[in-house]
């Protein structure tokens, strides 16, 4: 159910951004704002699963356009750490949903069934079609737009592709989304079979994963007068830290839901703080071809983030070693990525 949709997300990425550098930003994910809002209603009228899978794999296509078209908005409008200030902003809204969602299905169902909460995803997303419509204007000017021409995309995939920081930055953030996607995978399993707590599942991952958007609003706050890559850089480093402290506190056999938690929490917020700056990073650049850019930085994380993430998920083994292996792994690897691709001049201000 989850794998349509991301499947869907993942690869109609790949699509949005061409289009926006050529029709430019408002029409396509005008268009996709209203796709999402049909294949919600398709969702909720599907009268088999194979129906209701290939609504969320539909679902997943018309959200990609939200993902691509907003990174490239926010690139249009602003680079460098102002780049990264309102990334974080929009990254504490990408975040807020998936934390909340879960909450507000179950309470749509005590009132009734499971169709009522397509239904409701359907009304709010054509809530937000009519707002953007009626307020956003376009941020790509006519004279900046680009050929549709199959050579002219393959070209300028290729100019993404051989950019340092752009390439580098979209795989840090594709191995950091990989350790959450483990997180996301193996939460139940740990609550139920490590901790024997199933009960307290929805409020343990509120908890912890919230520390991502509190991040991304520290973030918001601070990258202004300390910049992206101290920042960054440091929190990374200090996933890193975490990650090791965890995985030497469960090999040693004194895991409780406390230190779980707590360190849980801890790695992602500084997740939290590292992502929108590593996005910022990876746009700067790209400003000529920002959706495209975005495109391909979406699809990567998406998809490499997802295959790291069964990974870890499929190498649950009753306790919690395999998923902090895998987040330091992951941090480790992803730090390297980003030494190599600043030449070791790490945690500078600029």
Not at 8 to 31: E, H, K, M, N, T
Not at 163 to 169: A, E, L, Q, T
């Amino acid at each position: 159910f989850i794998t349509a949709f991301l499947l869907g997300f993942a690869f109609a990425q790949l699509a949005y951004g061409p289009l926006s550098d050529r029709y430019g930003r408002r029409p396509v994910l005008a268009i996709a704002l209203a796709s999402y809002v049909v294949m919600s209603a398709l969702a909720a009228i599907s009268g088999s699963f194979t129906m209701l899978l290939i609504a969320r794999a539909l679902m997943g296509t018309a959200a990609a356009g939200a993902r691509v078209v907003s990174v490239a908005l926010v690139r249009d409008c602003y680079a460098g750490r102002a780049m990264a200030r309102v990334m974080s902003l929009a990254f504490i809204v990408f975040m807020a949903a998936p934390i909340v969602a879960p909450s507000l299905g179950q309470l749509v169902l005590l009132a009734g069934s499971w169709r009522l909460i397509f239904w409701g995803v359907a009304i709010v997303a054509a809530l937000v079609t009519v707002w953007f419509w009626l307020r956003m204007p376009e941020t790509l000017a006519a004279d900046a737009r680009l050929s549709l021409s199959p050579a002219r995309v393959i070209a300028d995939y290729g100019l993404v592709l051989r950019d340092r920081c752009g390439v580098g930055y979209t795989l840090a953030i594709a191995l950091l989304s990989g350790g959450m996607f483990g997180f996301i995978g193996s939460i139940q399993q740990v609550m139920e079979t490590v901790f024997g707590r199933p009960e307290l599942l929805a409020v343990i991952f509120p908890c912890v994963a919230g520390t991502m958007a509190i991040g991304s609003f520290v973030n918001s706050r601070l990258v202004m007068t300390m910049g992206m890559r101290r920042i960054s850089h440091s929190a990374l480093a200090g996933m890193i830290v975490l990650a090791a402290v965890h995985l030497a506190i469960t090999w040693a056999g004194y895991e409780t839901l406390w230190t779980f938690t707590i360190l849980q929490a801890l790695m992602m917020g500084c997740m939290g703080l590292a992502n929108a700056n590593f996005s910022a990073m990876a746009m700067e650049r790209m400003g000529e071809i920002a959706g495209t850019a975005s495109s391909l930085q979406g699809f990567v994380t998406t998809l490499g983030g997802a295959v790291i993430g069964a990974m870890v998920g499929q190498a649950f083994d009753g306790t919690t070693v395999p998923l902090y292996a895998g987040f330091l792994t992951m941090g480790v690897l992803a730090f390297a990525v980003v030494a190599i691709t600043e030449r070791g001049r790490m945690f500078k201000a600029n």
